[in-house]
C-alpha cells in the first residue's frame, strides 16, 4: 500500500533528518527519462552510472529523481515517459536549497494498481495532465534545471565555489551545479582521437554506450563487447574529451561528452570524423572541428 505525499509541493517544505533515511511515496507524471550515463566518483575513483527522471503533479511542482547502477541503466525500457507513475520510498534528499529524489525505489504504471487508478488523485492528475501536458512546472531541484527549466542567477554558481565548497569531493555521487563560463581550450590530442570505441548495439544493455576492445581474427578487424558478449565488424565511436573553461571567478577543467560535443560541433559525429580523417589529411578534418 502506497502513502503518497500530499504533493511534490509539500516536499519543499519537508524537514530532512540527516540521522535517517528519508522516503517518501510519490504519485506524478513521468515528463522525462533521460539517457544513462557515466561519471567517475572522485571519492572512491569507482565508475557510477546515473539516470535523472523527471516527476511533476498537479501542484505544479516537478522534482528530479536520480537511479544509480542497473536502475540507472534499464530506466529508459523500464520507466514510461509521458505517463503517471506510483513511486515507493524514493530516498529524498536536499542540496544547496533544492530537494531531490534517488533511488532504488520501486517505480509502477500508476494504472496497475487498483487502488491507485481508482482513487480521487489518480483521476485530478490524469485530468491536470490532460488540460497540460505537464508544461510550466516549477523545479524544487538544484541538478540543472529539470525539464526545460532555466536555473535561475541566483542559483548559479562560480567556478571559484568548486573549489571553495569541495565540489565533488565530499559526495561519493557527485554534486551538481550550473555555472556559466567560456570554453578557452580542449585537449584534443588525444591518441586515437578525441572520442572513445562504443558498441554498436542500439538496444539494452549498451545502447551504444558501453567500451569495446578490438581484435584481430581470421575474418578481419572485430570487436568485442564484455557488456553483451557481442562480437561486431565495426564500432561506434562517441566523443570523450576535456577543455578549461574560465569565468570571472577563475578556470577548471571539465569532461565533455558525446551529446554535448555533437552540440557543441553542430552536429558533426566522432564517427564522421573519424572517417574525414581516414580519407584525407587526418590533421586538416580534425582540427576544422575544434
Known amino acids: 500500500m502506497f502513502e503518497f505525499v500530499e504533493s511534490i509541493a509539500a516536499i519543499e517544505s519537508m524537514n530532512i533528518d540527516t540521522e535517517k533515511q528519508n522516503t517518501v511515496d510519490v504519485l506524478a507524471y513521468v515528463l ?21 527522471v523527471i516527476l511533476a503533479d498537479d501542484s505544479g511542482t516537478q ?8 536502475d540507472a541503466e534499464k530506466a529508459s525500457s523500464t520507466i514510461p515517459a509521458n505517463e503517471m507513475v506510483a513511486v515507493r520510498r524514493a530516498r529524498l534528499s536536499e542540496y544547496n536549497g533544492g530537494k531531490s529524489l534517488s533511488g532504488p525505489s520501486n517505480v509502477m504504471p500508476a494504472k496497475e494498481d487498483p487502488g491507485v487508478s481508482q482513487s480521487p ?12 501536458g505537464g508544461q510550466g512546472a516549477r523545479s524544487l531541484s538544484n541538478t540543472g534545471g529539470g525539464y526545460g527549466q532555466p536555473v535561475s542567477f541566483g542559483e548559479r554558481k562560480e567556478i571559484a565555489d568548486i573549489k571553495r565548497e569541495q565540489l565533488g569531493y565530499q559526495n561519493e555521487k557527485g554534486d551538481y551545479i550550473t555555472f556559466k563560463g567560456t570554453i578557452q581550450f580542449f585537449k584534443k590530442d588525444k591518441e586515437g ?10 538496444e539494452e544493455p549498451c545502447k551504444q554506450r558501453c567500451k569495446v576492445m578490438q581484435s584481430a581474427s581470421g575474418m578481419g578487424e572485430s570487436w568485442t563487447c564484455e557488456r553483451c558478449n557481442g562480437t561486431y565488424d565495426r564500432c561506434v565511436r562517441r566523443w570523450v574529451f576535456s577543455g578549461v573553461v574560465e569565468d570571472p571567478s577563475g578556470s577548471t577543467w571539465v569532461s565533455f561528452f558525446n551529446e554535448s560535443a555533437e552540440t557543441m560541433f553542430d552536429g558533426k559525429t566522432a564517427d564522421e570524423i573519424h572517417q574525414l580523417s581516414a580519407d584525407g589529411p587526418p590533421s586538416d578534418a580534425y582540427d576544422s572541428v575544434f
Do not use: H
Open 32 to 52: 522525462s527519462v533521460g539517457d544513462a550515463t557515466t561519471l567517475i566518483s572522485k571519492k572512491s575513483g569507482k565508475e557510477l552510472t546515473k539516470c535523472d
Open 63 to 70: 522534482i528530479t529523481m536520480t537511479l544509480w547502477g542497473k
Open 121 to 132: 488523485a489518480f483521476c485530478r492528475l490524469q485530468q491536470w495532465y490532460q488540460q497540460t
Open 193 to 202: 582521437g578525441a572520442w572513445y570505441p562504443a558498441c554498436p548495439n542500439p
